[in-house]
Every structure is written in C-alpha cells, then in structure tokens.
C-alpha cells in the first residue's frame, strides 16, 4: 500500500512568518493529495488539495505545490496567525480511490 | 445537512467490556470510513465501506474489533473485549464517489478503556 511520510513533526514560527510542511509518498499511482487541519479538540477538516495534473495550487494564504517525479507534496502557509496553530495532516489517495493513507501530522505553534 | 453524527461522544468503560461506537454519514455519501487517532500513531484507518460493503478491513486492529454497515445511514464499530490500549478517539467520515474525495469527518468519539 501507500506510505506517506510528514515532516517536520512539530513546528514553531513567529506571526507573520510563513510555514512549510513537507510530505513524501511512495506509490507513483497516487494522485490525490489533500491536506487536513486539526485545531485541538476538534475534528480534522479539509483546507485544501491536489491532483497530480497540477503542480500547484493556491487559495489567500495556503498553497500547496506537487513534484510528482520526486514524489514529495508541501503545503505554503504564508503571513501566518495565531488561528493557524493547529495539526497539520497530508494525505495521498491511489488511482482515484476514496480512502486516504495520512501522514502522521505536523503540530504548527503561531507565536503571537 | 447537520455532518456527519457519532454517538457516543464520550465513553468511559472497564476493561473487558463490550463498546459499540455509532456514525450516521452524510446523506448521499456512499464512502463511510472508521479511523482511529493516538498520540503515538497519529489517524489510523481502520476500515471502510462503498454502498455498506467493506472493501478493506486490514487496519482493524485484531478480532476484537468488527464494525457493520447495515444501511446506507448508519454504521456501528464494535469492541469485545475492550483493553486500555483501545483507548483513542474514534472518528467515522465519508465521502462521494462522484465528489472531490474530500472526506467529511464526525466530531469523533473519545473512549478510555481503564
């Protein structure tokens, strides 16, 4: 199956600077890489996603760029606020398919 | 539509005991998954189903654990017998073929097993 690897486990940035967060993923069949966030207590929520037909994607302050050939994906969070500390997850979906093989998370600190 | 619904949302049980975690989907989803969340390895997927059939149960931990699909709106995760090491949040999500694949997650169930 797929394995996708997260890094940095934990991240600290001051406000206003930006955060990146980088995953890798093993099968080349992969095609669909969304990114969670997980405030605490709270559920994981959708922020955005890619498809392998593009090679980045924007929206206001997050981006996330996709090397297919090295196979790795990261997510931008530019201008950052105190809002964006949370966990961050990837994840990558196979040819297409519904279920989701996640990362294991990146914990994002904004210090005001 | 009001997400996707899990009941308990807290569940506190002796070891041995029997617990049963409920989701209703969102309407219309056909995609229904079983997660489970720890500090040490992160979202786990135990299992998922495509119109109420599993298609893959090979993250369910071992025998102890079976979950079900009976209709489209409602699934359960069982346990039997519970362990403190079950001790988790359980989250059910789902999702449309037809959709982005954006998996819509429940607010979870919190279970400590002592």
């Known amino acids: 199956g797929e394995n996708v690897e997260q890094h940095p486990s934990t991240l600290s940035v001051q406000e206003g600077d930006s955060a990146v967060i980088k995953c890798t993923y093993s099968?080349?069949?992969?095609?669909?890489f969304p990114w969670y966030k997980q405030e605490l207590g709270k559920r994981p929520q959708l922020i955005i996603d890619?498809?392998?037909?593009?090679g980045e994607k924007k929206d206001q302050r997050i981006a996330v760029t996709l090397n297919k050939t090295a196979k790795h994906f990261s997510l931008h969070i530019t201008e950052t606020q105190p809002e964006d500390s949370a966990v961050y997850f990837c994840a990558a979906s196979i040819g297409g398919a519904n279920n989701l093989f996640f990362g294991t998370g990146t914990r994002l600190t904004v210090i005001p | 539509d009001a997400g996707v619904i899990q009941s308990p949302r807290h569940e506190v049980t002796e070891m041995g005991q029997e617990v049963t975690l409920r989701c209703k989907p969102i309407s219309g989803h056909d995609y229904l998954f079983w997660y489970r969340q720890t500090m040490m390895r992160g979202l786990e997927l135990l299992i998922y189903f495509n119109n109420n059939v599993p298609i893959d149960d090979s993250g369910m931990p071992e025998d102890r654990f079976s979950a079900k699909m009976p209709n489209a709106s409602f699934s359960t995760l069982k346990i039997q017998p519970s362990e403190p090491r079950d001790s988790a949040v359980y989250f059910c999500?789902?999702?449309?073929?037809?959709?982005?694949?954006?998996?819509?997650f429940g607010p979870g169930t919190r279970l400590t097993v002592t």
């Open positions: 099968d080349s069949a992969s095609n669909y």
């Open positions: 999500a789902s999702s449309l073929t037809s959709g982005s694949s954006e998996q819509y």
């Open positions: 890619i498809r392998s037909n593009v």
